[in-house]
């Protein structure tokens, strides 16, 4: 039965983005025929055998039950592949198959229009479709970018910074941790950071020491002992901590100073007492 969508109407209201590209993947060639009509007075029509529904670029796709019957495997791999944006498939069947079809393919399709249908709710479905396919992808591209940020900025630290998963394997750290350390770029990949050879005295020896921001002490090659302060962030996702994150500073110095004036003023504590 071809589908017209009903009696005329006029033309709903315009599409998300005049660059949204829709696939009509309808075995039926005259149904083809009047989707695509549709589509290109509204969207860019995406041509595609379905041989190459993996490679072909579009953001909503419209199927019919014979269609999703004969590539819903590769249907599948392309919207999993585009995880995690929102790729939506719209089912169109006819409305004495689609609670069956409805309760068969549920996870495979995103929307079900009963034809014949008026253009109105066909516009709309789609509109409403395409919009959360906008979204998805502006959250991805979103997200993309702080990534990237968060990577330009971590690795450009001048701190040392290390992150660790939640079972204290290191999962990645800067450019600077390895250059103070000593460590080639890769070679600590899902080692225990407790193998590293970092040690606190101050935490041997008093329980209470506050463990988020301690002071831990790394011998180097040759014997030179670096002292850092370590500032240790938890990163949390549904309230479950996913890894840790910590960043180094080098106190070396400033505790060497500290150490000597209080060398310092115990010998002239020293000298006083000696001239009474």
């Known amino acids: 039965m071809n589908w017209i969508m009903g009696p005329a109407h006029n033309r709903s209201s315009p599409p998300v983005s005049s660059h949204e590209r829709v696939l009509p993947l309808l075995a039926d060639a005259d149904n083809r025929r009047l989707l ?5 007075d509204r969207y860019e029509v995406v041509t595609a055998e379905p041989a190459s529904i993996h490679d072909a670029a579009f953001d909503l796709c419209i199927v019919d039950d ?5 590539h819903r495997t590769a249907l599948a791999e392309r919207k999993e592949r585009e995880a995690p944006a929102f790729l939506p498939y719209l089912l169109v069947t006819r409305s004495d198959d689609a609670e069956t079809i409805a309760s068969s393919v549920q996870e495979a399709v995103d929307d079900i ?12 479905r789609v509109t409403n479709l395409l919009k959360q396919r906008h979204l998805s992808c502006e959250l991805r591209r979103l997200k993309e970018e702080s990534e990237e940020r968060f990577r330009l900025l971590f690795q450009a630290a001048p701190d040392p910074i290390v992150v660790v998963s939640s079972d204290e394997l290191v999962s990645k750290a800067n450019e600077a941790f390895y250059r103070t350390f000593g460590f080639d770029e890769g070679e600590l990949d899902q080692v225990p950071f ?3 050879g970092f040690w606190s005295p101050e935490a041997e020896e008093d329980t209470e020491t506050d463990q988020t921001r301690p002071t831990l002490y790394w011998e180097r090659d040759g014997g030179k002992v670096l002292v850092m302060d370590f500032h240790i962030n938890s990163v949390e996702v549904d309230q479950n901590v996913t890894e840790w994150v910590g960043i180094f500073r080098d106190i070396t110095e400033h505790k060497n100073r500290v150490e000597e004036l209080q060398r310092e003023r115990k010998r002239l504590k020293g000298l006083n007492w000696s001239r009474r």
């Open 36 to 40: 695509t009509e549709w589509v290109t």
């Open 66 to 70: 014979q269609s999703l019957a004969a």
């Open 113 to 124: 229009l009963t034809i014949p249908a008026a253009q109105a709710k066909l516009a709309w």
């Open 194 to 196: 407790d193998d590293l």
